[in-house]
């Protein structure tokens, strides 16, 4: 009997530590380091900026480039810095940051947001539009509710810029 319950308790225990070391580190997930401090550093090794402040704000988030429907990136990582936007996808191959739109913040026009009520979910997101002195129009989804402070982090920036 006593053989049987330590059997079963190092069963669990093996089953426990396998567990653990099947699920995705940050390395392997698609947005990388996001949540983790190492995530500013690595990012900021991708980009040659002078003089900005790094990173200022990161999300998930999708993007339209044009209106909705448009053309569209699928979800990757918002990332915005005292010189520019940034949309990035996390290579776990390479394990480094694929860049995908780069828009300096000298370059922008206007930025708002939109407010988006999902029907077929009980979460929300918001639309930050950013046009750009040339006439286009980005549209990124932050999924995390939080596009009123990427929105507010450019305004502070363009002023500090005096643009």
């Not at 049987?4 to 699920?23: E, H, K, Q, W, Y």
């Not at 900026?49 to 993007?63: I, T």
Request: glycine fraction near 10%; hydrophobic fraction near 45%.
């Amino acid at each position: 009997m006593k053989g049987n319950i330590l059997r079963l308790i190092l069963v669990m225990v093996v089953g426990l530590i396998a567990s653990g070391c099947a699920s995705l580190g940050p390395m392997q997930s698609s947005h990388g380091l996001l949540k983790t401090n190492a995530f500013d550093p690595v990012f900021i090794s991708t980009i040659d900026e002078e003089g900005g402040e790094g990173v200022m704000y990161r999300a998930v988030s999708s993007m339209f480039k044009g209106e909705p429907g448009m053309e569209f990136v699928p979800t990757d990582t918002l990332v915005i810095t005292g010189q520019a936007i940034y949309l990035v996808r996390w290579d776990t191959m390479n394990y480094d940051f694929v860049h995908k739109v780069n828009i300096p913040i000298s370059e922008v026009e206007s930025v708002k947001v939109s407010a988006v009520d999902s029907f077929w979910s009980a979460r929300s997101w918001g639309d930050l539009f950013v046009n750009s002195q040339s006439g286009d129009v980005f549209i990124f989804r932050v999924y995390d509710g939080s596009a009123e402070i990427a929105k507010k982090v450019i305004m502070d920036t363009l002023e500090r810029n005096g643009s």
